[in-house]
């Protein structure tokens, strides 16, 4: 069996457009521990 990736294409966004209100959006969405071990990973 042969497994079937979906592949997309990588896009640059500006991150002002995806969390307006950093107190309320991104820091909401940084302390969601995936977000945190993902970025470790990024990072690293």
Do not use: P
Not at 6 to 11: A, D, H, P, R
Not at 16 to 41: G, V
């Amino acid at each position: 069996m042969v497994n079937k990736l979906k592949l997309g294409k990588l896009e640059e966004v500006d991150v002002r457009e995806l969390w307006k209100h950093e107190q309320y959006d991104f820091s909401e969405w940084l302390a969601k521990e995936e977000n945190i071990e993902m970025l470790k990973q990024i990072c690293q």
